[in-house]
Structures are given as structure tokens and as C-alpha cells.
């Protein structure tokens, strides 16, 4: 985490996406994320629920991972 926000906090990153499988772990860890790159001016996203809940990344097509992607949105923290 802390190389995570070192890296942030030099400017050149401007989005970070948390691609994390939809489980009760994965929103525990994007929120753990979030608040910890509070502060930053980066944007910090989350892959869409075009996913199923509860299902894996393994399984993950292109195609549900593209449409995730294009309809990612903000973490709440």
C-alpha cells in the first residue's frame, strides 16, 4: 500500500481501477484502498457489476470484462 500511494502521490498516475472480484473481500478491500489514497488527486474506480456476485475474475470473458471497464465508477470511501 505504501508503494501504491508513493507511486499516486508522484503525479503520473491519474486514475487507479480496482479490478477486485465482487465478493464481500473484493468491497472490503476497495474500500481499504480508497481510504488509504485519500488525500491524492487521483481518480480511483472499480470494475462495473457487469460481473456476477460472488464469481471469480478466472472466469471472466473479454467481452464482461470490456463492458466492466466501460462502466466502472467511483469508490465511495
Do not use: F
Not at 491524492?40 to 457487469?50: P, Q
Amino acid at each position: 500500500m505504501d508503494r501504491l500511494r508513493r507511486r499516486v502521490s508522484g503525479g503520473e498516475v491519474e486514475e487507479v481501477i480496482l479490478a477486485l472480484s465482487p465478493t464481500a473481500e473484493g468491497d472490503g478491500t476497495a474500500l481499504y484502498v480508497a481510504d488509504r489514497l485519500k488525500g491524492t488527486k487521483v481518480r480511483i474506480t472499480r470494475l462495473a457489476r457487469g460481473l456476477a456476485t460472488g464469481a471469480s475474475l478466472d472466469w471472466a470473458n473479454p467481452g464482461m470484462l470490456a463492458d466492466a471497464l466501460r462502466d466502472r465508477r467511483e469508490v465511495e470511501s
